[in-house]
């Protein structure tokens, strides 16, 4: 959480028609006040694309307030936008007022909207419809306030809303200026750019001299699928600059995971990074429950009974459907077409058959954006 006045080094790399076409979208939102939510895998610059927002608009000269709303309680996340009066819960001493209270004529931007409980969805859409700011603990609204709303989040919500777990009234409200951010490896061409600019960058910061990324390097570099985005570019250029101490890198020197990523056929590779071949059978039964809406007990239970796909691959479709929800099990439920009161046959059958999953391990991994990268189905199957 953070009140910014003034961030210098805003800047968006890159010359893909991705990026120019979000450059133009950033100059449309900053000509008006409507609200604008930013969508995205994580690391791909969602939050860079909010600071050039305000940076560019007529709030420049005001504050910019910066929430995360994942991993915060209700209470104390109501309390930062909000404020709260004395007394509303243990150690509230005195009154104290909100971010949003403290950022008049500002912007707040709200990352990872996605993660917000549904009371605090609630507290969101009053004060949208609004305008007024009602303290923790009070039983009025206390002032209103002027602030331009930015959200993001990294979670498909039209699903969500389709999961019950997110408001679309809200949704709605959020939804005025709609910006998309790819993937990076959808705009491939901006990664020689990047490289270029981060080696240069890490460089300076570390001291080191000057490291030339061979075209080989930049090769491999170009073909892996960076899950991360830019984020995990940016770390694995600034290990190769520390490693590097001035050599000339090629293929060999870079790290060996994203060599190994890049090198293994689709089907071997770890989870969903690498896939870039033809789909492997898991991947076509997730598409015939993700993008053809069949259900799981037509579309795969029916093969798992009569052995007609193996336990590696049941385990490959529930990790896909893991992803997308972020390990929630019951959002995979719909996910895959069931009725909710599946649920709990769905969860014992998959624990007969040792396929299930711990969730903790999908908790950190960025949601797939299902209506940005659709599984391909080969054959029409
Ligand atoms: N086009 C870009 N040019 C330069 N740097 C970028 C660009 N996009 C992202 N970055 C850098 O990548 C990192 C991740 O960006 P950012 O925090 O904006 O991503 P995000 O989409 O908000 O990720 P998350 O969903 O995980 O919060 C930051 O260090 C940011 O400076
Ligand atoms: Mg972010």
């Known amino acids: 959480m953070s009140l910014l006045a003034r961030v210098p080094d805003v800047r968006l790399i890159g010359r893909s028609e991705a990026i120019r076409l979000i450059e133009a979208d950033v ?45 915060l309680p209700d209470s104390l996340l109501e309390s930062e936008l909000f404020g709260h009066t004395r007394g509303s819960f243990t150690g509230a001493y005195r009154d104290k007022p909100g971010l949003l209270e403290m ?48 959200t993001a989040t990294n979670r498909d919500l039209q699903s969500q809303i389709a999961a019950g777990a ?25 990664i020689p750019l ?24 930049l090769e491999v570099l170009m073909a892996y699928r960076w899950p991360g985005n830019i984020r995990e570019l940016k770390n694995v250029v600034e290990r190769i600059v520390l490693r590097a101490g001035g050599r000339a890198v090629g293929p060999a020197d870079l790290p060996s ?11 071997q590779s770890a989870g969903s990074e690498g896939r870039r071949a033809g789909p492997s059978r898991a991947e076509e039964l997730a ?35 893991l ?36 969730f903790q391990r999908f908790r950190a991994v960025p949601a797939r954006l299902l209506s940005r990268e659709p599984l391909k189905v080969a054959n029409g199957h």
């Open 27 to 71: 100059e449309c939102a900053a000509r008006s006040d409507a609200k604008v939510l930013i969508t995205g895998e994580t690391g791909v610059g969602k939050e860079v694309v909010a600071r050039l927002i305000h940076h560019r608009s007529a709030r420049t000269s005001t504050t910019l307030v910066t929430v995360n709303c994942a991993g």
């Open 103 to 150: 950022a008049p004529h500002g912007t707040v931007f709200l990352d990872e909207v996605g993660e917000m409980s549904p009371r605090m969805q609630a507290v969101l859409l009053r004060f949208l419809e609004s305008g007024e700011i009602q303290r923790l603990g009070a039983d009025r609204p206390h002032t209103r306030v002027n602030v331009r709303l930015i």
């Open 166 to 190: 997110f408001r679309e009234d809200l949704y709605f409200r959020l939804n005025v200026i709609r910006l998309c951010i790819p993937p990076l490896r959808e705009r491939i061409e901006d």
């Open 194 to 217: 990047l490289v270029n600019y981060y080696v240069t960058s890490y460089g300076q910061t570390h001291r080191m001299p000057a490291t030339e990324i061979t075209p080989e390097a």
């Open 257 to 267: 995971d994203l060599v190994r990523a890049v090198a293994l056929p689709s089907n």
């Open 287 to 321: 598409s015939l429950m993700l993008d053809r809406r069949e259900s799981f007990w037509a579309a795969v239970y029916p093969l798992f009974m009569s052995r007609d796909m193996t336990r590696a691959d049941l385990r490959q479709i529930v990790q896909i459907g």
């Open 323 to 358: 992803e997308t929800t972020n390990g929630n099990y019951r959002q995979l439920v719909h996910l895959f077409n069931m009725p909710q009161d599946d649920y709990k046959r769905f969860l014992s059958f998959l624990r007969k058959h040792d396929c299930h999953l711990p």
